[in-house]
């Protein structure tokens, strides 16, 4: 086990946040992991580094799950269940499947970060919840250093949530995730308007799996940053749920906000909406600030400080609460 001392974890995520790691281990299979879980216990999980911000150093041992692999466990005429290991580039992987013409990802393309964490965080775009796809995760349970397994159910999916950001919080390292997706035949989700309007612009009626994908990379490029180039984390903020009756009260001072239905009562506002209405879209402090093409990010342009980001994520949260009534939940894992 070859552990390195205080090693920077700038290039580990992606805000670019440049803390120390007291002590440092990369591992490279199931069995490094576990001989590392043997030994040591107060550890720090880092895998692709895409969705937290870090603000201190950290004094933990940190493990980065750098496990690569694809395999075909089984398949049919019309379905194919993989096998994908944590380390593997989540959009990596998602190109690789449409090479193979592998449908059901398509619309989680260019989402940054790991196969192994795509499960802790339900990764969702464009209608489509990585949920849908999972048939089960597998990982090793860090008290006893013993592989453990999740079917779907046991997941405890929920938006942008499982059991993992929950009850098994720093209790289980994920070392794989199995997908079933789809070889012919493919359920195309269109429905999202960016990806009509996509589609067509480009004069395409009717889309493959292929299409959709470029789509949304399309769009997302068009108004999110590269984490290489601007230090970011996606989306800072989950998208707000709340009641109709708040929705109208709202909607009478604001005609033109918009939502989308999620039962009779209740209505998601999107989050960039309320923090560029309240004026925060494009704002810059110093070396951070909010990106220009899309409020719901924040961004690290050069040495920021997690503090500093910190900071302004629990200033624009007080402004949408005292300008809309409303509570914005942070999506990124604050790692203090």
Same mark, same amino acid.
């Given at each position: 086990?070859?552990?390195?001392?205080?090693?920077?974890? $700038?290039?580990?995520?992606?805000?670019?946040?440049?803390?120390?790691?007291?002590?440092?281990?990369?591992?490279?299979?199931?069995?490094?992991?576990?001989?590392?879980?043997?030994?040591?216990?107060?550890?720090?999980?880092?895998?692709?580094?895409?969705?937290?911000?870090?603000?201190?150093?950290?004094?933990?041992?940190?493990?980065?799950?750098?496990?690569?692999?694809?395999?075909?466990?089984?398949?049919?005429?019309?379905?194919?269940?993989?096998?994908?290991?944590?380390?593997?580039?989540?959009?990596?992987?998602?190109?690789?499947?449409?090479?193979?013409?592998?449908?059901?990802?398509?619309?989680?393309?260019?989402?940054?970060?790991?196969?192994?964490?795509?499960?802790?965080?339900?990764?969702?775009?464009?209608?489509?919840?990585?949920?849908?796809?999972?048939?089960?995760?597998?990982?090793?349970?860090?008290?006893?250093? $013993?592989?453990?397994?999740?079917?779907?159910?046991?997941?405890?999916?929920?938006?942008?949530?499982?059991?993992?950001?929950?009850?098994?919080?720093?209790?289980?390292?994920?070392?794989?995730?199995?997908?079933?997706?789809?070889?012919?035949?493919?359920?195309?989700?269109?429905?999202?308007?960016?990806?009509?309007?996509?589609?067509?612009?480009?004069?395409?009626?009717?889309?493959?799996?292929?299409?959709?994908?470029?789509?949304?990379?399309?769009?997302?490029?068009?108004?999110?940053?590269?984490?290489?180039?601007?230090?970011?984390?996606?989306?800072?903020?989950?998208?707000?749920?709340?009641?109709?009756?708040?929705?109208?009260?709202?909607?009478?001072?604001?005609?033109?906000?918009?939502?989308?239905?999620?039962?009779?009562?209740?209505?998601?506002?999107?989050?960039?909406?309320?923090?560029?209405?309240?004026?925060?879209?494009?704002?810059?402090?110093?070396?951070?600030?909010?990106?220009?093409?899309?409020?719901?990010?924040?961004?690290?342009?050069?040495?920021?400080?997690?503090?500093?980001?910190?900071?302004?994520?629990?200033?624009?949260?007080?402004?949408?609460?005292?300008?809309?009534?409303?509570?914005?939940?942070?999506?990124?894992?604050?790692?203090?």
């Amino acid at each position: 086990m070859n552990i390195q001392q205080n090693i920077s974890l $700038k290039k580990y995520n992606t805000f670019g946040i440049d803390v120390n790691a007291k002590r440092f281990v990369s591992v490279d299979s199931f069995y490094q992991l576990q001989s590392v879980l043997e030994q040591e216990k107060n550890i720090f999980l880092l895998s692709g580094g895409s969705n937290m911000l870090l603000t201190n150093d950290i004094n933990k041992l940190v493990v980065h799950v750098n496990i690569h692999g694809i395999s075909i466990d089984k398949e049919t005429d019309d379905e194919v269940f993989l096998t994908v290991n944590a380390g593997e580039n989540w959009h990596d992987f998602v190109l690789w499947c449409l090479e193979q013409d592998y449908g059901g990802l398509e619309n989680l393309s260019l989402i940054p970060g790991n196969v192994g964490t795509c499960p802790i965080q339900n990764i969702g775009a464009y209608g489509v919840e990585v949920k849908d796809t999972i048939t089960k995760v597998e990982g090793i349970e860090i008290d006893s250093a $013993k592989r453990i397994e999740f079917s779907n159910e046991a997941c405890l999916f929920g938006y942008r949530n499982s059991i993992f950001k929950n009850e098994l919080k720093d209790k289980v390292v994920l070392t794989s995730v199995s997908f079933c997706l789809t070889k012919r035949n493919h359920t195309l989700n269109t429905s999202y308007g960016a990806i009509e309007t996509e589609l067509k612009a480009k004069g395409i009626t009717s889309p493959t799996i292929r299409d959709v994908s470029n789509a949304v990379i399309k769009i997302r490029q068009s108004k999110l940053p590269d984490p290489k180039e601007i230090g970011n984390s996606g989306s800072f903020f989950k998208n707000p749920v709340i009641s109709t009756e708040h929705f109208q009260e709202l909607q009478e001072k604001y005609p033109s906000i918009p939502s989308y239905k999620v039962s009779e009562t209740e209505i998601k506002v999107p989050a960039g909406w309320l923090i560029e209405t309240a004026g925060y879209k494009g704002k810059r402090f110093g070396d951070f600030g909010i990106h220009e093409k899309q409020a719901l990010v924040l961004v690290n342009y050069n040495n920021a400080d997690g503090k500093d980001i910190l900071k302004l994520a629990r200033k624009i949260q007080e402004s949408i609460r005292t300008s809309f009534g409303i509570s914005l939940e942070i999506e990124v894992n604050i790692i203090s």
